[in-house]
């Protein structure tokens, strides 16, 4: 790339720059860099210093685009321009970007703004998911609140029912219909926990998370199940609430060991916990420098296509007799600690990864 000589003093917006995960460059409007901020630099694998002072122009296939963008700018032709780019990295292939080019206060300045189109696809389902999660919630909240006021009555009726006829086939009615409505209870308690409990922070470490699922799994299945610990123990203990994350992770963990069932019966199940740092992580629209990553890997049938995209929706079970909140809640109390929950299966292998940022 040409490089031209340009200010080694960092400008006031570098710090807030560096804090976005959105790729940014702002050129002069000949084209030369004057600030690269450090998610170009991840991206591109070159250091600011080789980036800075280089002609942005030079690190696309195509160049003419960019070059028209900053000469409509430098006109103030338009507010911003906005295309489609790719953008060439050393030993990589090229990345699709979408580019956003619009002036700034600066006179003679430009921003650009590149935004990596798969980066930018997987926001947008975060962001839906988020959404669906959230609407969710909130229409769970309100049926379970309607059921919970009549399912009293309900119950409370049968009891004093029970107490008058003498017939014992008629009390057997009553108990019926007793059993069923705490039955009904349990599952409205259910959907009502996450909304109840407070969140309660401190220190967690999260391998003692999952050594507290380990053992809790292996005292159900004893038998015909492995689970494989693959720690990185240099992670850092995170800011959580240690009771929400083993219920998070119980949850994922249980449901693998049922869809095991048929291994467990052969001697041959197995569930893997591994637990790995990922660095420059975007959650949420927010850059972190690190995070958690914590899967879930089982040798199991796989998850069924038609329940897929569904999966942490409520009441969606893949397993006959499931009540479909175990993941639903599971992703709720990690959307609580800012992370997510993502899932990659396919009969042989199923991968719940579970991502939270670290301090």
Do not use: W
């Not at 600011?48 to 006109?75: K, M, V």
């Not at 007793?178 to 308690?189: F, K, N, S, T, W």
């Not at 069924?304 to 079970?317: C, G, N, Q, T, Y």
């Amino acid at each position: 790339m040409t490089s031209v000589q340009v200010a080694q003093n960092q400008p006031s917006y570098a710090p807030a720059f560096d804090l976005l995960a959105t790729l940014v460059a702002v050129v002069r409007t000949d084209g030369v860099v004057v600030f690269a901020n450090a998610a170009l630099e991840d991206v591109m694998g070159v250091s600011r210093r080789n980036i800075e002072g280089s002609l942005l122009a030079g690190y696309f296939t195509e160049s003419q685009a960019l070059e028209s963008a900053l000469q409509g700018a430098h006109t103030n032709a338009f507010a911003a321009m906005r295309y489609d780019a790719y953008l060439r990295r050393p030993l990589q292939e090229p990345l699709p970007v979408h580019v956003i080019v619009a002036p700034t206060d600066v006179v003679g300045e430009v921003l650009v703004e590149l935004l990596p189109l798969e980066q930018q696809n997987r926001q947008d389902r975060e962001e839906r998911l988020k959404d669906q999660a959230q609407a969710n919630k909130e229409l769970i909240r309100n049926l379970a609140h309607e059921i919970k006021n009549p399912l009293g009555g309900i119950r409370g009726a049968a009891q004093l029912l029970q107490m008058e006829v003498e017939s014992k086939d008629l009390i057997e009615y009553t108990q019926v219909i007793i059993h069923e409505a705490d039955r009904l209870q349990l599952l409205v308690d259910r959907l009502l926990a996450p909304h109840r409990r407070p969140h309660v922070v401190g220190d967690v470490n999260i391998h003692e998370v999952c050594e507290r699922v380990r053992s809790l799994i292996l005292a159900e299945f004893p038998k015909g199940l492995r689970m494989v610990r693959d720690y990185d123990t240099s992670i850092p203990e995170l800011r959580g609430d240690r009771e929400q994350l083993i219920q998070a992770v119980l949850n994922i963990v249980h449901n693998a060991a049922q869809a095991l069932a048929d291994r467990v019966v052969d001697g041959n199940a197995e569930i893997v916990l591994r637990t790995r740092i990922n660095r420059q992580v975007t959650l949420g629209k927010h850059r972190y420098r690190l995070a958690l990553e914590l899967h879930v890997i089982d040798n199991g049938p796989g998850i069924p296509d038609e329940i897929k995209d569904r999966l942490f929706s409520p009441l969606v079970s893949g397993r006959d007799g499931g009540s479909g909140l175990g993941l639903n809640l599971a992703q709720t109390f990690v959307q609580q600690h800012h992370g997510l929950i993502a899932c990659d299966s396919v009969p042989g292998r199923t991968d719940f990864k579970i991502l939270i940022p670290l301090p």
